[in-house]
């Protein structure tokens, strides 16, 4: 890999090539809450080398979006951030049932599972009032604002805008914890099906949640800057 991808962050070598969501996501290297930090000080700080992910970086990425392609319409974006809202919205209820399926079988063998249980009820909690303020509150008023609307003030969006990314840091938190407490999302050789698919689920949804957040936070939020002057 050419040392120049060294000194690139995380957001832009995924927006260059979408598959790379992926390998970041097996690796460990967060780039959906940050994003900004270069690979070089990622890949330290998770105690990585250039000569063991270089291939891995450098191969053709599977075919995919990161919403790069619709950075410039913002109202696009939003329509394509409500898509993982509504794989949440299914996903996340029926992970917490499942989860606690789980915990009543192999809890008693495997006692990380009860901080299991804990931890996915717990990112639902967090994740489920904040797709609801998104879709009712800052996702309407962005596209207002893209519309040109006069009586719509850039500050409250902007503040709302600081909250929602905290909100995202806390998600990403509570997703890094539940790739840790899994050992990377792999089940136990004594697992059943439902202890694998629980694991297989959750390794899904945490894919999937960080390229949701890349969108919001890399794209989406730095185009609001950028909209058409209001007023």
Known sequence: ????????????????????????????????????????????????????????????????????????????????????????????????????KVVGIHGGRH??????????????????????????????????LQGGERDLMYGPVRTMVREMTAEHERAGDLLGTLRETTNGYTAPADGCDSYRSLYDRLADLATDTHLHIHKENNLLFPSIGQLPPVG
């Open 1 to 100: 890999m050419g040392s120049e991808r060294w000194n690139r962050t995380l957001a832009d070598l995924v927006a260059e090539v979408p598959g790379r969501a992926a390998v970041f996501d097996r690796l460990g290297l967060d780039y959906c809450c940050h994003g900004q930090r270069l690979l070089s000080d990622a890949c330290a700080a998770a105690g990585l080398h250039a000569e063991s992910i270089s291939d891995l970086i450098d191969m053709p990425g599977r075919p995919g979006t990161d919403g790069a392609d619709l950075a410039g319409d913002p109202v696009a974006l939003v329509d394509d951030i409500l898509a993982h809202h509504r794989y949440l919205r299914d996903e996340m209820p029926a992970l917490v049932t499942l989860a606690g």
């Open 111 to 144: 006692r990380e599972l009860v901080q299991l249980q804990e931890l996915v009820t717990a990112l639902w909690a967090e994740l489920e009032p904040h797709l609801d303020t998104e879709e009712t509150v800052l996702f309407p008023a962005i596209c207002r």
